[in-house]
């Protein structure tokens, strides 16, 4: 059983940073990936960052986060971070954290609600 564990919503004033946490714990083959994915009200769930878990860990952003949002991993605990600087209030959404292995199969957390209001 793989459970994903995130960490670090709440509510933030536009402007301001949270950090967010996730961490993959059971049985699993190698991560190859980890990631974020948001879903806003009444809207599709969307790609926030992806980073590669092999080699020197490229990653990728969604276009609306680029410039703000920062992806790093700890791959000896199988952890990813996610910093959200500069925050809007259209960053207002619940975060996924996702993560994929080897076999290949794919992993989602129960998600962490961001609010961005003042």
């Known amino acids: 059983q793989v459970q994903l564990v995130e960490s670090g919503g709440g509510l933030v004033q536009p402007g301001g940073s949270l950090r967010l946490s996730c961490a993959a714990s059971?049985?699993?083959?190698?991560?190859?990936?980890m990631g974020w994915y948001r879903q806003a009200p009444g809207k599709q769930r969307e790609l926030v960052a992806v980073?590669?878990?092999?080699?020197?860990?490229?990653?990728v952003y969604g276009d609306s986060v680029k410039g703000r949002f920062t992806i790093s991993r700890e791959n000896a605990k199988n952890t990813v971070y996610l910093q959200m600087n500069s925050l809007k209030p259209e960053d207002t959404a619940v975060y996924y954290c996702?993560?994929?292995?080897?076999?290949?199969?794919?992993?989602w957390g129960q998600g962490t609600q961001v609010t961005v209001s003042s």
């Open positions: 996702n993560a994929v292995d080897s076999s290949p199969r794919e992993y």
């Open positions: 059971g049985t699993m083959f190698r991560i190859n990936a």
């Open positions: 980073i590669n878990f092999i080699g020197s860990g490229s990653t």
